[in-house]
């Protein structure tokens, strides 16, 4: 068998927790291979509202397997905190959640060092979350960083002292003013959840898993235009959100990824600073904020709302190498007479279909086509019977991007999913 990888196509937030929920019935394994707590994945079922942020969207099922891989960065303050959520919901997670050895771990220190360097940078910070991502990575490929494996070693607390010592001169450069005990207290209190999991080799699980014919879905976090490598540089995550992460999140060997599922939203989004070329500062965009309730599911600040860029989705498929579509929110924009679709941009007075190397600080102008808006209650609608302005508005994306939406999401349960005619996921 290969593994299916689920991923964001924009700057996160596309809705991928749902989809992952709806889609995982039919895997036997649900793999997290990136990211960390600031993700957060929300699905809504029963009338339930549910935001995961380390824990696979998988979790709700309990045939399914749930792996966090190597390529995810652990709190453990987050981490006792969604345990504790879904016990309370009735959810046992010890039987089908696995943690990889080789995940790193979010000290608090890592915390506090993200808000001292957010805070150094004044008017270019990046609109990190705050939850010590960037820091996390950094130790992982400074080669200082603590694994989940080391948690359940005699010199544990040894290797922590160690590395906070660090990291307090650290931040005694910044100049940056801390209170650790309460926060570590917490974290400690952490580490004692993790030590009731299983910690495995999740390669090698993932692998076998695999090799067994049984069926296994890589879930991203974040988006690809976060991505360290191709997204927006400096306004980005530190991991790789993009398909070849599912490879070193995992280890899964390339030749064993088989469907690329892309998820984008009808429009776009971004939390956070940083280029958004079809940003919409108006009442338009206030507009599509408020339909969508566009306010991030782990810091809750409002998120940027803009129209649909086709050359920002285009290079997103071609770095995952996506092979199905799924089109998230198409009844957020019910309420518009016309939607707007960049085709292109104007840069430095020519034409160009990518985004430039220097996107950060280059001024670009969209160029857009209108398209009627559907004007109805997608609530009602089925997959055979799409209302002909929004078919045609998902035809015109198909041949932009060269390939098929298979999936389109009308809502936020798990019930207003259409699969398209003659596609399936
Ligand atoms: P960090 O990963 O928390 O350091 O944040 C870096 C950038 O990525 C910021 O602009 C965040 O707002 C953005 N970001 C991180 N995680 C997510 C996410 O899950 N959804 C949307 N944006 C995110």
Redesign the pocket.
């Known amino acids: 068998m290969k593994a299916d990888v689920l991923l964001g196509l924009q700057?996160?937030?596309e809705g991928k927790g749902k989809i992952v929920d709806v889609i995982a019935p039919k895997y036997d394994v649900v793999a997290r291979f990136q990211?960390g707590p600031?993700?957060?994945h929300t699905l809504e079922f029963n009338g339930l509202k549910h935001v995961l942020h380390i824990i696979p969207s998988g979790i709700f099922h309990e045939h399914i397997a749930n792996i966090v891989g190597n390529g995810v960065v652990i709190d453990p303050i987050v981490f006792k905190e969604e345990i504790d959520a879904l016990e309370k919901l009735g959810v046992n997670c010890i039987k089908h959640l696995f943690i990889s050895k080789r995940a790193h771990l979010i000290l608090p220190t890592h915390r506090l060092l993200?808000a001292a360097s957010e805070s150094s940078k004044g008017k270019e910070k990046?609109?990190?979350?705050?939850?010590g991502?960037?820091p996390a990575y950094m130790d992982k490929t400074g080669r200082n960083g603590l694994r989940i494996g080391d948690v359940f070693q005699s010199d544990f607390k040894k290797k922590y002292d160690f590395l906070v010592s660090k990291h307090k001169q650290l931040l005694e450069l910044y100049d940056y003013k801390f209170e650790l005990k309460e926060l570590e207290d917490k974290w400690f209190a952490g580490i004692e959840t993790i030590l009731k999991f299983q910690a495995i080799d999740s390669e090698i699980y993932v692998n076998d898993a695999l090799n067994n014919n049984k069926t296994v879905l890589a879930e991203g976090?974040?988006?690809s235009l976060?991505d360290i490598d191709f997204g927006s540089y400096p306004?980005?995550?530190?991991s790789n959100t993009i398909c070849a992460g599912a490879c070193t999140g995992l280890g899964l060997p390339p030749t064993k990824i088989g469907e690329v599922m892309g998820i984008f939203k009808a429009y776009c989004t971004?939390?956070?600073?940083?280029p958004f070329p079809t940003e919409l500062n108006d009442a338009t965009g206030e507009g599509i904020r408020k339909a969508g309730n566009e306010f991030?599911s782990?810091?809750g600040?409002p998120r940027r709302c803009g129209w649909m860029d086709i050359p920002a989705l285009r290079y997103a498929v071609m770095v995952n190498g996506v092979s199905k579509l799924i089109m998230m929110k198409a009844d957020v924009l019910s309420h518009l007479d016309t939607i707007k679709i960049c085709t292109h941009y104007m840069y430095e007075g020519k034409k160009i279909n990518s985004l430039p190397y220097d996107v950060a600080n280059a001024s670009l102008t969209p160029v857009y086509i209108d398209f009627p808006g559907w004007k109805t209650d997608l609530r009602k609608v089925t997959a055979d019977n799409l209302p002909a302005a929004l078919e045609n508005y998902i035809q015109f994306i198909e041949k932009e991007v060269n390939v098929p939406v298979s999936i389109i999401s009308v809502g936020p349960d798990r019930t207003q999913t259409l699969e398209r005619a003659g596609i399936m996921v």
């Open positions: 700057w996160g937030d990211g600031n993700a957060g993200d990046i609109g990190s979350t705050l939850r991502i960037g976090a974040q988006g976060l306004f980005v995550t530190s971004r939390v956070g600073s940083g991030g782990t810091t600040r």
